[in-house]
């Protein structure tokens, strides 16, 4: 005999919508937005967790630890999304990011459905890039019982790294993280769709933490981007505007300034504030990388 297993609420069947492929396109497009909205506030009750998450990862990453994402499916492909934009948004070294996705890079294109079933695969992909202390793992999965995930958990937590379980359902995985951030979305207005509402909380989920956890890093100052890397004509224009925000200069000192530091806003802040250029790295370094800090023992 089968076991039956339990539907997780992400899963199961909302009987108002039995008919949403006979609905005018009017009323459909309201359901599903209805339920992006319901996505938004399912986070509210989250954000305790995810405030006491962020408080334990981030010594772990100020001591050099890696922030690293595990996920299949849709979910593993919102995990890769957060992880990849940490470098240009936050100047996070790439080197610190680890993507695990089920069914490996192939799969943040193409779906590869059996792959979040393979729980070896999940614990050498833990073994093989080396988790464990200091390293933070955000698993996700809106089941919350993945099989991957769950293992990607288990064989993380067992290294020694601390463990962030990021769901839309209560399961195994909740058990399994140190610290748990829910958002109980309910049905999908399409049943299983989880790319939908479960989705949408998570990417909230996952973009809160993050940026949070930069904050807390000083990778932040007064609500600007100041360690993004200035790649390309758009975010080089963007560090100039910052730097006549933050300092007030004129448009020659900023550019020398830039120009002495490579084209780091944090570090010019501080030749527009009279330190050389080739001291700002050590200053910095002796506040912990907040700017804030460093400006105040200037004064």
């Known amino acids: 005999m089968i076991a039956t297993l339990p539907v997780p609420a992400t899963e199961s069947v909302d009987p108002r919508f039995a008919d949403l492929d006979a609905w005018p396109?009017?009323?459909?497009?309201?359901?599903?937005?209805?339920?992006?909205?319901?996505?938004?506030?399912?986070?509210?009750?989250?954000?305790?967790?995810?405030?006491?998450?962020?408080?334990?990862?981030?010594?772990?990453?100020?001591?050099?630890?890696?922030?690293?994402y595990a996920g299949a499916g849709t979910s593993g492909r919102l995990g890769v999304q957060d992880g990849a934009e940490l470098t240009p948004t936050f100047d996070w070294p790439a080197d610190r990011v680890v993507l695990l996705m089920a069914g490996g890079e192939a799969a943040?294109?193409?779906?590869?459905?059996?792959?979040?079933?393979?729980?070896?695969?999940?614990?050498?992909?833990?073994?093989?890039?080396?988790?464990?202390?200091?390293?933070?793992?955000?698993?996700?999965?809106?089941?919350?019982?993945t099989p991957y995930t769950l293992a990607a958990i288990e064989a993380a937590r067992a290294a020694g790294a601390l463990t962030i379980a990021v769901i839309n359902s209560l399961g195994p995985m909740a058990q399994a993280a140190e610290y748990v951030l829910l958002a109980e979305t309910a049905p999908e207005v399409l049943a299983g769709s989880t790319r939908m509402k479960a989705g949408t909380a998570q990417k909230i989920m996952?973009?809160?933490?993050?940026?949070?956890?930069?904050?807390?890093?000083?990778?932040?100052?007064?609500?600007?981007?100041?360690?993004?890397?200035?790649?390309?004509?758009?975010?080089?224009?963007?560090a100039r505007r910052m730097l006549r925000h933050l300092t007030g200069a004129d448009d020659a000192a900023i550019e020398a300034a830039l120009a002495a530091t490579g084209g780091r806003v944090k570090p010019a802040v501080l030749v527009l504030a009279g330190v050389r250029a080739e001291d700002t790295a050590d200053l910095l370094a002796r506040h912990g990388g907040q700017l804030r800090a460093a400006l105040a023992s200037l004064a």
């Open 25 to 68: 396109p009017e009323g459909a497009l309201a359901a599903m937005w209805e339920g992006q909205m319901a996505a938004v506030a399912a986070v509210r009750n989250a954000l305790p967790a995810i405030e006491k998450a962020v408080a334990a990862a981030v010594p772990l990453l100020a001591a050099g630890g890696r922030l690293a």
């Open 108 to 145: 943040f294109t193409t779906a590869i459905e059996n792959a979040e079933d393979d729980r070896d695969a999940a614990r050498a992909a833990v073994a093989r890039h080396g988790l464990g202390k200091n390293d933070v793992l955000l698993a996700v999965a809106a089941s919350g019982a």
């Open 206 to 238: 996952l973009n809160l933490f993050s940026t949070l956890a930069m904050l807390r890093l000083g990778r932040v100052h007064r609500g600007l981007m100041v360690d993004m890397l200035a790649r390309n004509a758009k975010l080089r224009a963007r």
